[in-house]
């Protein structure tokens, strides 16, 4: 099957369980995913098994995530913010991801190289889509959304191989104001784009692997979200700063966690989406709560776990293959 994984921060804790049911029924060709989302794909397409994801996801240090730029409470995040425009580096969670493809042999999306096939979608298996492992950013520079490592080299003249995974993921995860901005330089002009959270235009892609020649999908693709409907004060995007905020600012917060959360609902909605994903219970945590106990973060894995099972019990192939390609 093909697998897409909604972002939605610390609540994608929940796409371990998920992860943990699926690859237990079905083997994963290509995987997309979206700020948190994108961490977990990025394991899977590295060839991370059950118990290793499991234990993987397990260690990721999430107290330590957000990183300032001085060790100051308060004084670090301003300065972040006024600095680099965001109130965290996201040089840990970067810097992890790294480590966790290295032990699979994984640096640049060369190594996520697709073999050959000649009964694959020409138009999705080009010399730069065919990869394991697709992440969303937006450059917000140029007002796009961006597919990688699809559009390295259309965007900015970059060969996709060269790329490194862990950086993307990282792009794919940067919450704006809440993480730095990444960037991305067109080689032909010279034009700096800024990079920032895949979910700002597209958090849950999940007609990304759709085949786009008229032909009947040979395989599922099946999406995991965690976000079930907009979010409300538990999401708030600026946790370390002093201060509640209020008026102007309040309302800039709740436009961004709802562009983040929010862009896809409608398309979601439709049949023939809504009946190939399932959504795991999150409404205990909020995006950014990195500070979650153990006891949450497992409650998180054992929805996801719940739901996802419930989902394969009630969900049949070929029975969608009749309802939607008769």
């Known amino acids: 099957m093909d697998l897409v994984l909604q972002g939605g921060g610390v609540k994608g804790i929940a796409l371990g369980g998920a992860l943990d049911v699926l690859l237990a029924s079905y083997d994963v060709r290509r ?5 948190a989302g994108a961490i977990a794909a990025s394991l899977v397409a590295a060839g991370y098994t059950r118990d290793e994801l499991r234990a993987a996801l397990g260690s990721l240090p999430y107290a330590k995530v957000p990183d300032r730029a001085l060790p100051i409470p308060g004084l670090g995040e301003l300065t ?3 600095s ?8 840990v969670i970067e810097q992890w991801v790294a480590d966790r493809l290295a032990e699979k042999g994984v640096r640049t999306f060369g190594d996520l190289r697709l073999p050959s096939d000649s009964s694959a979608d020409p138009l999705l298996y080009s010399d730069d889509r065919a990869y394991r492992l697709v992440v969303t950013a937006t450059d917000i520079t140029r007002g796009r959304g961006l597919r990688l490592p699809w559009d390295y080299r259309a965007a900015f003249g970059l ?7 862990a950086e993307a993921v990282r792009m794919s ?9 990444r960037t991305l330089v067109d080689v032909a002009t010279g034009r700096t784009s800024r990079i920032v959270d895949g979910g700002v235009l597209s958090n849950f892609p999940v007609e990304l692997f759709d085949r786009q020649d008229g032909q009947r999908p040979r395989w599922p693709t099946l999406g995991v979200g965690v976000i079930p409907e907009l979010p409300g004060a538990d999401s708030t995007l600026f946790p ?12 800039v917060e709740e ?3 709802t562009a983040i959360s929010g862009h896809d609902q409608t398309y979601l909605a439709q049949p023939r989406n809504a009946e190939r994903v399932f959504r795991i219970d999150t409404d205990s945590v909020g995006v950014v709560d990195f500070h979650i106990d153990a006891q ?9 776990r719940r739901r996802a099972t419930e989902f394969l019990d009630e969900w049949n192939w070929d029975d969608y293959l009749k309802r939607f390609f008769p």
């Open 255 to 257: 436009t961004i966690a």
């Open 84 to 91: 680099a425009d965001g109130l965290y580096r996201g040089d």
């Open 296 to 304: 949450r973060r497992a409650t998180l894995v054992a929805n996801g």
């Open 240 to 251: 370390g700063l002093p201060i509640r905020l209020v008026g102007p600012l309040a309302l």
């Open 80 to 82: 972040g913010l006024l």
């Open 173 to 181: 995860l940067s919450i704006p104001v809440y993480f730095v901005p």
């Open 159 to 165: 060969d996709p191989d060269e790329q490194s995974v």
């Open 31 to 35: 995987v997309a995913g979206t700020s």
